[in-house]
């Protein structure tokens, strides 16, 4: 069974710093291509940051500069290092793997105000 857990979020002021953790099992993690996402209330589902099963990344262009992704194959986690956090960033942030299938996290809640 696959299972995508996401750890990491909370209220941080404006210029801030979090870190988000996405723990995969069930998964051949090294195989899969990861992902953030997030969701700000009222909006869309978006892309923040992706990272191949070759290490290449790319990134938002409202994150650039700010966010880094990147993982743990060994404890099969990918990170997002998110720093200079502003209000709009506020989102529920998920983490997804692709491959032949996607599969997601149930998310976590990243607040961004003083």
């Known amino acids: 069974q696959v299972q995508l857990v996401e750890s990491g979020g909370g209220l941080v002021q404006p210029g801030g710093s979090l870190r988000l953790s996405c723990a995969a099992s069930g998964i051949f993690f090294t195989f899969f291509h990861m992902s953030w996402y997030r969701q700000a209330p009222g909006k869309q589902r978006e892309l923040v940051a992706a990272?191949?099963?070759?290490?290449?990344?790319n990134y938002a262009e409202s994150v650039k500069g700010r966010f880094a992704i990147f993982t743990d194959n060994v404890k099969s986690t990918v990170y997002l290092q998110m720093n200079s956090l502003k209000p709009e960033d506020t989102a529920v942030y998920y983490c997804?793997?692709?491959?032949?299938?996607?599969?997601w996290g149930k998310g976590t809640l990243v607040t961004v105000s003083s």
């Open positions: 990272i191949t099963s070759g290490g290449n990344t």
């Open positions: 997804n793997a692709k491959k032949d299938a996607d599969y």
